[in-house]
């Protein structure tokens, strides 16, 4: 399977922004969708925002207008701007990735980071 490395997550006040970054390694041979979950102490993982192989994004309703999902298919990676952010974004990120890697086969593969804690302190 495809490992996932997630950066950028840390401590910020209400208001403030962190920029997340999740790089896919391995063999890969084409990245489809991408995408960031979060889940809060005691919640149900939820979507974030989710970018298409074709760049077009998604995102869950209360984070609009304030994140945004952006992808750079030639570092396989995938990036969560998070602005103005709330004590209520509080939670373990996730990016999960989605694809074809290669071995001595095309395998398909969908990923998951092991997660970075974002606080928004009040």
């Known amino acids: 399977q495809v490992q996932l490395v997630e950066s950028g997550g840390g401590l910020v006040q209400a208001g403030g922004s962190l920029r997340l970054s999740c790089v896919a390694s391995e063999r890969i041979f084409r990245i489809n969708d991408m995408g960031w979950y979060r889940q809060a102490p005691g919640k149900q993982r939820e979507l974030v925002a989710h970018?298409?192989?074709?760049?077009?994004?998604t995102y869950g309703d209360s984070v609009k207008g304030r994140f945004t999902i952006s992808r750079d298919n030639a570092k396989n990676t995938v990036y969560l701007q998070m602005n103005s952010l709330k004590p209520e974004d509080t939670a373990v990120y996730s990016c999960n990735v989605k694809g074809i890697y290669v071995t001595s086969l095309y395998l398909p593969f969908d990923s998951w980071g092991q997660g970075t804690q974002v606080t928004v302190s009040s």
């Open positions: 970018i298409t192989s074709d760049g077009s994004p």
